[in-house]
């Protein structure tokens, strides 16, 4: 298989792992944090900024670009890849949670998902063998299985008949993946059931694959539920594969979920809440809206080194924003990216030392504060 | 006085000249164009990419920053350049436009212009020594006399009373003039009556000034008009200070005015196209938006060495048009900013080499045709 996961180290007080990932589009050193490239962009940012962030893989979603421009359309030009100008790493993910999520009057069959479009109502129909299908023609270095995301708070009937349904999936999913250099990642559900979980994780482990993913979670669940969770399942994952826990979250979440053996993520919270001015610093979340920063002259965040921080003021970002310009997307965004990109970096650096646990600690606390005037 | 502005060539088959601007901030080359930064920043791009396009002169909007954040607030942070972090040269203007385009129940006095802000309906006044004063806290390298922009189809008797208002209004300006690194310009009015227009330039450069701008075009006359207008003018100012055409124009328009004389220009013209898709090549207009762009791999403009154009397709600049994605936004306002400073740079080595006319003459073929698929 064309895509490898190399162990490095596992930390010595936790289990969060250091190790990397080998694909046709350069390494991706894990843990790794994957911006997410809705629309084949990531919102408000190019990718030359991406480079410059240091960003190794980026996360494209099937569902979007299927209804808008299309995969042929991507696929006549080159795939993917050469359609963004991205010869980084790409993941994408198989459209079942949009489905999901934001997909209108879907229909579950055992042949697969109908839904119609958000953008205009129209019908449209996704199986496992027509996600695979999409998904390699638009030629990401990963891709994922054809899932169900049932509902969390599902009665138990229905999420025992989905999951077995999503397993068989998972297997039409195996038998339609053809392309190598295209690694096909299998995704784990049962919502905060452990029994579920347990039972699911071996059934999806049963069938060889590059890696394996948890879904189902961060949707709508308290962090602590989700937490627990991800401790217990994510430690069941095969050890030599790649661990993904996708659509996972606040930096809090991502250093707990590291310690219990997580590789990867990804999560529009960074993009989206810097789109909505409000940015992860080291000592909290700041709302640049806010009026207190009007006259303030202090970097958004005195520790970070990213371009916004060294270049500009709480008072003029506060100014773009409340004078709605597009550059104070472009800067907020940038900020929070590199935010989240700096702790997968940090956290490598305390696995690589056997100080992971006091590293998270150190995340927690200064998360949970709030910046000066924040 | 601290800008100065060095005559370096006159064209030997044109009256077009090559200079430069010497001011606190930089040298400015000219002929220049200024890229407009309403509100302390050029619309959908950031103060690194200004730079790597090369623009060396910005303008910023006194009538939108004294309205928000208000010049008090960007003075007590040291001022425009340090607000905005842009560390080359500066222009404001001095709201008179504004008063006339975008202010609501605006009443002109001997006083000055009183007038509701667009933003809230708040009522605001200002005045010759009003307006000196904010753009010197601003602290703009070049600042510009308050006038009235009266409308170029107003009744004779009107324009008449208004522009010697105007060249009331340029002697408090010159009165309330203190600060030494804002070099103050008049500016002619006078709309398309060439005998107004010789009058007014009496007037005005009779008060001994670094520079002298043109006025009161590009607000609804035909192209022809303006050209012939500017090109009868433009000579009458005095050839060893700046000439500036205010808020002009198209690539044509440019080079025609820069075939009478005049040294810079602004105009928001490249950057609002951008924002609505339109991009200003080598072969004339490319509308993004057209469906015809769908799957053409070809850069939007072959000959251009933009970042846009030497990175992205016609087709990955479609997509983001039609699925509204910020990038768009920024990526094209890249290129039609590209276009015009590189415009300006063509301009300014046809002069030193004696063949602007054939330059102008190019210029014009070009624009006026129609890009392939465009």
Redesign the interface.
């Known amino acids: 298989m064309s895509v490898r996961f190399e162990r490095l180290h596992v930390d010595a007080g936790t289990r969060a792992r250091r190790g990397r990932l080998h694909t046709p589009h350069g390494t991706v050193e894990t843990p790794v944090f994957m911006p997410v490239g809705t629309?084949?962009?990531v919102?408000?940012?190019?990718?030359?900024d991406l480079r410059t962030l240091g960003a190794e893989i980026l996360l494209g979603n099937t569902y979007h670009l299927m209804l808008?421009?299309g995969e042929e359309?991507v696929g006549?030009?080159?795939g993917l890849h050469r359609?963004?100008?991205w010869d980084r790493a790409l993941l994408t993910d198989s459209g079942g949670f949009q489905v999901y999520s934001l997909a209108q009057n879907r229909k579950i069959t055992e042949e697969g998902a109908s839904f119609q479009s958000h953008l205009d109502g129209s019908r449209w129909m996704l199986t496992p063998e027509r996600s695979i299908q999409i998904q390699e023609v638009l030629g990401a270095d990963v891709i994922m299985a054809f899932d169900e995301c049932a509902p969390s708070r599902s009665e138990r009937r229905y999420m025992e008949e989905s999951l077995a349904r999503t397993t068989r999936w998972l297997h039409r999913c195996a038998a339609a993946w053809t392309r190598g250099r295209s690694a096909l990642f299998g995704i784990v559900q049962g919502g905060l059931d452990l029994e579920l979980r347990r039972r699911h994780v071996e059934e999806v482990c049963a069938v060889e694959l590059p890696g394996y993913a948890l879904g189902g979670y961060s949707v709508g669940e308290r962090p602590e539920e989700m937490h627990a969770s991800v401790a217990d399942v994510a430690v069941l994952l095969p050890a030599d594969r790649p661990r993904y826990l996708m659509g996972v979250g606040t930096p809090v979440d991502l250093v707990t979920a590291m310690a219990a053996g997580v590789d990867m993520f990804d999560c529009v919270l960074p993009t989206r809440c810097a789109r909505n001015g409000l940015l992860f610093t080291h000592l909290g979340r700041l709302n640049l809206r806010n009026a207190t920063h009007?006259?303030d002259?202090r970097a958004p965040d005195p520790e970070c080194g990213c371009?916004t921080c060294r270049?500009?003021?709480r008072?003029?970002l506060r100014?773009?924003f409340?004078?709605d310009?597009?550059?104070a997307?472009?800067?907020a965004t940038l900020h929070n990216l590199h935010h989240y990109l700096e702790l997968m970096r940090g956290a490598r650096a305390a696995i690589e030392e056997d100080r992971y646990a006091a590293f998270a600690e150190d995340v927690r606390r200064r998360e949970s504060g709030r910046a000066p005037s924040g």
Do not use: I, N
């Not at 919102?43 to 030359?48: C, E, F, L, N, S």
């Open positions: 629309q084949a962009t919102k408000a940012v190019g990718q030359d808008r421009p359309l006549a030009l080159g359609f963004m100008a009007a006259r002259e371009y270049t500009h003021s008072a003029y100014h773009l409340a004078a310009e597009l550059l997307l472009r800067l």
